[in-house]
């Protein structure tokens, strides 16, 4: 099945459209062990470096994409919309304009956007975009979600890596979703079936900048600490609800993308709080990682409010920065290790 790129920052392009559409949703994630230096012509250098590796891998990949798909997401995504336009060669690129509020106002213009896209999607590619077949997509998105749900829910109770758990997250976003089901069905059974917990690592909510490579999750397990929960676009954001089955499906992605966890791009900003809150009173934790990568501005912004609520409710915490680079940064290993045990101190 061919497939359909989209680029976004924090979940919120609605897959199903494509999948409507008969294409496959591919997520831009770039590549770490790429050098960004075809974008870095483009974009200095200050900017965000994932950014800058989206725009490498648009410029490398996109003869093996149908279509690219934009979404108003944080300002370097905005931005870099009127840079692919000019050095991505596709013959269709599109902007969808997603709001940051979730009141009244803002919901129904994001449907318009919608609907506008889906007209745009039919007329380019001669096909049709019916309630059937976006409701066929919606229920194969709930089932992935809420495979999902289960397999990463026993992070907390069986033996399963970090980077075990990240390398579903990339597929559910990179994969045709029918195959993707069979996968994460197989999976389930498998995790089941192995060891408890290990004594010797310690449970963790990872919060932060998005985690779009393995090597990072490989920097917590070498520093003993095992992420039980998470609110990350690759992660719990993209699976925490499930879309509505009932009524017009459009209306019914709208109202999705309302109760999903928020990123800090979206108004209003203690939603992202509840949200953790509602994780550390479902999920016992020892402590909390909070990671961002550098020139991520808007996880920058948020840091002092979300930290200093963190805080007040009395979980321990340690904040990290980190480059884009999948190289093991040794002194992130050691302040997590030095973490962990602050943490069995406590306990």
């Known amino acids: 099945m061919k497939l359909f790129a989209y680029y976004d920052t924090g979940h919120e392009f609605s897959e199903e459209i494509i999948m409507a559409a008969g294409f496959t949703p591919y997520k831009i994630l770039g590549d770490v062990h790429v050098s960004n230096d ?3 012509r483009y974009v200095h250098h200050y900017i965000c470096p994932f950014s800058r590796s989206c725009l490498t891998e648009g410029m490398a990949r996109s003869k093996d994409w149908v279509g ?7 300002d370097t995504t905005n931005n870099q919309y009127d840079i692919w336009k000019y050095h991505v060669k596709t013959d269709f690129l599109y902007w969808i304009n997603t709001p940051a509020k ?3 106002a803002a919901n129904t213009f994001h449907e318009k956007e919608l609907r506008r896209f889906i007209t745009h999607l039919e007329n380019h590619f001669s096909v049709e975009i019916t309630q059937d077949k976006l409701s066929h997509a919606i229920q194969t998105s709930n089932r992935v979600k809420h495979l999902m749900r289960e397999l990463a829910a026993l992070r907390s109770v069986k033996d399963i890596p970090n980077s075990a758990y990240h390398a579903l ?5 990179q994969m045709n979703k029918e195959e993707l089901v069979e996968l994460l069905e197989d999976k389930l059974k498998e995790w089941k079936n192995l060891p408890v917990f290990p004594a010797d690592r310690e449970p963790v909510l990872l919060t932060g900048s998005d985690i779009t490579y393995g090597e990072v999750m490989e920097i917590l397990e070498t520093a003993g600490l ?5 609110d990350l676009s690759l992660g719990e954001r993209y699976f925490a609800q499930d879309i509505s089955q009932e009524g017009d499906p459009v209306k019914a992605l709208v109202d ?4 999903i966890p928020q990123p800090p791009t979206k108004i209003p900003f203690d939603a992202r709080l509840s949200y953790l809150e509602s994780c550390l009173k479902e999920t016992p934790v020892s402590g ?12 920058g912004l948020d840091l002092p409010f979300m930290t200093g609520e963190l805080k007040r409710l009395g979980h321990t915490l340690i904040v990290i920065e980190r480059e884009y680079t999948p190289t093991v940064d040794q002194q992130l290993v050691s302040r997590l290790e030095s973490f962990r045990e602050i943490i069995q101190r406590s306990l």
């Open 226 to 230: 095992r992420a039980v929960r998470d």
């Open 68 to 74: 690219i798909a934009f979404c108003h997401g944080c």
């Open 288 to 299: 909390i990682v909070y990671q961002i990568l550098k020139f991520c501005e808007p996880h």
């Open 256 to 259: 999705y993308h309302t109760r």
């Open 102 to 104: 979730n009141d009244l």
């Open 169 to 173: 997250t990339r597929k559910c976003v």
């Open 38 to 40: 075809p974008a870095d």
